[in-house]
DNA sequence: CGAAATGATGAATTGTCCTCATTAAGATCA
DNA sequence: TGATCTTAATGAGGACAATTCATCATTTCG
């Protein structure tokens, strides 16, 4: 309207790293605020101070720039974790570390790990990305650790490696997103606790260790008394009549 | 291009009924065979034999098109459930039926389950729909089960019920996927019967019923050798020195 | 300093969902 | 039966977001 008629437009130029960086910076912080659909791309231009085109020279599309940014999340949240898990000895203290970290990351990050559970995990690629990979080598330590309890005789040899890692995550993907719709409030020790638990120890009653067997009762009692009886009769040991 | 410039367009009218029944059941179709966002509103129209506009008389929109589909799908599937269920009798038997149906839906219908987890459930406004309320009742039986477990004298009464909920169902889920995205090959009754055993019992080695206690038996053979000596000597029963 | 190479731009294109003024089919009534 | 009214169906067009590309700005290099 005002009279700019032939002003030369500004062009800032960076290292693409920078770039880079910048737009996945603001593309992961819209993803978080809006979810994947309802995030323009003309947002997250805005945000990293660009233009809706210039993603395009680092990123082959709007998907491929909300894969790399879960990659990169992912890269960050997995880097100390075997460090931190080889501090920690002892089949239930491992099992718990894992499962209370993996609730902790839902509980903190639930946006992104929305993001992960909607359109990364489910997409037909899935098992080509680099998420996926990441991914394999975390529920492979998870593995490893039922892996060591079973070598150490403390878990069944007798049950699926696969299905109790499938039990395991399940439980608690499916009892944070719960809690996080509101069901009750959130205690990621109390939970994994709790679900360390019934992992290792199963819905079924167990019957403590009996002080006695009660046949085995009876028929002590009965060698005593006959004992007794002896002592008093002086009987050689055959039954009474 | 050719010269009908003034044909008169012909419009059929149907039963509202018959309406909503055909464009249901064409975008259920598609909905299957393309997913959520891959479907155009044209491809559903035209299966239909209906135009794109008319959708919007009968649906507010794409996505509630898309919900009345697996609301439609959900009430079928459920319809014999209480039924059959209460045909079963014995806490075993009914959790491994209630497993392997949920297995089996997900592995008879994989692409309407995806639209459901990737698109229904995560939704703000879920827990407001019919199909939250159908899987209310769904699940609720489920809990049931466990609940008269408890009350059998069978499964422990010291477990949160929610969260053994959400194990069953999020290890069915988690299973469910592995599964279907190509490790193994799927057999929805050995994985019930895998799973029901491990929710059951828990991943501890289990001590077996040992035929008898080492002291014990200790305390008997001694008792026994005790009696024998009495009978031969003539003892009063006082410890030999 | 000039030319070539590369980066950034935003206008234009495309593909969808969705709206709405217009038209056709069927219902109602004289 | 024919005129009028009601309402369903239509499809052209609006809105909006992803993606492309010819053009121009900046940097690099001889």
Redesign the interface.
Known sequence: MSGNGTQKRQVTRLSRERRVFDIMAAARAVFREKGY?DAPLSDIAERANVVEGSIYRYFENKRDLLVKVIEDWYEGMLADYGQQLSGISGTRNRLRYMIWRHMNTIHEEPALC?LM??HI??SRD??QTAVFQLNREYTRQTLEI?RS?IEA????ND??L???R??I???????T??YL???GNFDPDA?AD??V???????????P?EP??PD?AE??EK??A???E??LS????APAP
């Open positions: 659909e929305n559970f909607q995990r489910p899935y098992s039922i309890g005789g403390e878990l069944r049950v699926p696969r299905l109790v499938d039990m995550y399940g439980c608690i993907e499916h009892h997103w719960t719709r509101g069901e939970s709790a679900i638990d019934l992992v290792l120890s199963g819905l079924q009653v167990r019957v260790a006695v067997r085995i028929r002590l060698a005593v006959r004992l007794e002896m002592a002086g009987d050689t040991g």
